[in-house]
């Protein structure tokens, strides 16, 4: 297997760059390009110049050679351009050709199966899919090259086989991302503002510097100044929840206000909007009880910090002869950075301070809390109450509870 994965590095390095396989070839048309475009404004240029004069003198012999030399010149560029474009897209044929010959076809004689001997249960594979669908959702659904007007969930159904389920949730968080970036603002300000108090000013507060700096550059400091005089709510005015960034906005705030000239204002564009993005898809999943980072990404992080515990394990378990004997336990503890550590591998029921089993399975109450359902018969007096959730406010009946299954691959 390690030469086969040798193999195709070597095959995919040969296929996309590498001087010898063509990269120079690429960059030599790009600059034939250039060439044939700047000889065509010279065209262009020269036309419009002539039209102007025309009247004057209609048979300008000195016109007439100027222009049999730019289009001797355009025609030359032309041929060479052509050319290249030519050879280039052959060169590239063939590549793929080779590769597809070297690489791929081997790849799928490669035996694969005998290779991952922990094969996953057909039961979860579907769980799995959609881990895998979620996780290419999450982190690309804002940056899917789509035409105005696109649908996102089918656009991934087609490009990369993601479950609707998993894409659906998060193609309105795609949809507004998309419109940020092309700096229109007023679909996630809708959002925002319909979200209200739940969501954090900080958003808001950026949206309206974003607005503010695009319009610095568009309209000038006066409608500027007027837009945040007139728009920008009192409680944005006062909001200080992280001082430093309070202190850099205000900075910036000041400046416009005052019309000094922001040197690179395209620059400070694109950092605030990073920041703003960041922010929303923060402000989003916690909405729609969405996990920030990927499941996925979570759960393959944590055995790549778990690998070394293995094999010291390993090492300790062979000298010492001692043998595993827990099942879906890990027999030693492995140290995990705190945003990877509030997951649990057993569930415990608060109120009962019991591991959960098949005969007392966790269910989550209408708030998301969740307790065991020996807690719950105890609770809801065997599902004839409605009872006050242990943890929180919100009162729930037996019948808006759900049972929760937790997938062990
Ligand atoms: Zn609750």
């Known amino acids: 297997m390690a030469k086969l994965l040798g193999k195709l590095e070597a095959e995919f390095e040969k296929?996309?760059?590498?001087?010898?396989?063509?990269?120079?070839?690429?960059?030599?048309?790009?600059?034939?390009?250039?060439?044939?475009k700047q000889q065509?404004?010279?065209?262009?240029?020269?036309?419009?110049?002539?039209?102007?004069?025309?009247?004057?003198?209609?048979?300008?012999?000195?016109?007439?050679?100027?222009?049999?030399?730019?289009?001797?010149?355009?025609?030359?560029?032309?041929?060479?351009w052509d050319h290249a474009v030519k050879r280039q897209g052959k060169a590239v044929g063939l590549r793929y050709a080779c590769f597809r010959k070297d690489a791929l076809a081997q790849l799928k004689g490669a035996p694969l199966e005998e290779i991952y001997?922990?094969?996953?249960?057909?039961?979860?594979?579907?769980?799995?899919?959609?881990?895998?669908?979620?996780?290419?959702?999450?982190?690309?659904?804002?940056?899917?090259?789509?035409?105005?007007g696109a649908n996102i969930v089918q656009y991934l159904e087609t490009a990369y086989r993601v479950d609707r389920a998993a894409s659906e949730r998060l193609a309105p968080m795609g949809r507004m991302i998309h419109d940020l970036r092309r700096h229109e603002f007023d679909s996630c300000a809708a959002w925002a503002s319909d979200h209200g108090d739940s969501v954090t000013p900080r958003l808001q507060f950026e949206l309206f510097i974003l607005k503010a700096l695009q319009m610095v550059k568009v309209s000038g400091t006066t409608h500027t100044v007027k837009y945040l005089i007139d728009n920008v709510p009192q409680n944005l005015i006062t909001y200080s929840e992280d001082s430093t960034y309070k202190d850099v906005s205000a900075a910036l705030l000041a400046k416009m206000v005052l019309g000094h000239e922001l040197p690179?204002?395209?620059?400070?564009?694109?950092?605030?909007?990073?920041s703003c993005i960041r922010i929303f898809?923060?402000?989003?999943?916690?909405?729609?009880?969405?996990?920030?980072?990927?499941?996925?990404?979570?759960?393959?992080?944590?055995?790549?910090?778990?690998?070394?515990?293995?094999?010291?394990?390993?090492?300790?378990?062979?000298?010492?002869?001692?043998?595993?004997?827990?099942?879906d336990e890990l027999p030693f503890d492995v140290e995990l950075p705190d945003f990877l550590s509030h997951f649990h591998p057993i569930f415990i029921c608060p109120v009962l301070k019991e591991e959960t089993t098949s005969e007392n399975p966790?269910?989550?109450?209408?708030?998301?809390?969740?307790?065991?359902?020996?807690?719950?018969?105890?609770?809801?007096?065997?599902?004839?109450?409605?009872?006050?959730?242990?943890?929180c406010p919100v009162h729930t009946t037996m019948i808006k509870t759900k049972r929760v299954n937790f997938v062990i691959l």
């Open 117 to 148: 001997q922990h094969k996953i249960a057909p039961a979860n594979r579907a769980f799995v899919d959609r881990a895998i669908g979620f996780h290419i959702s999450r982190y690309n659904v804002g940056d899917l090259p789509l035409d105005e």
């Open 15 to 36: 296929l996309t760059g590498g001087h010898e396989a063509g990269g120079s070839g690429l960059r030599q048309t790009l600059s034939d390009t250039q060439d044939l």
């Open 362 to 391: 966790p269910y989550s109450l209408s708030c998301h809390h969740i307790i065991s359902k020996k807690a719950l018969d105890r609770l809801s007096k065997n599902g004839n109450l409605s009872f006050k959730c242990p943890y």
């Open 264 to 274: 690179d204002i395209d620059a400070i564009i694109q950092e605030r909007l990073q």
């Open 40 to 80: 065509l404004r010279k065209l262009k240029a020269h036309l419009n110049k002539n039209i102007q004069e025309r009247e004057g003198s209609p048979q300008d012999n000195k016109l007439m050679k100027k222009r049999a030399v730019i289009q001797d010149k355009v025609n030359k560029c032309y041929k060479v």
């Open 281 to 327: 898809t923060h402000e989003f999943c916690a909405q729609n009880s969405l996990p920030f980072d990927s499941p996925l990404f979570l759960t393959v992080l944590s055995g790549i910090i778990s690998l070394q515990y293995f094999i010291k394990y390993n090492q300790i378990r062979a000298a010492s002869h001692v043998g595993w004997t827990t099942r």
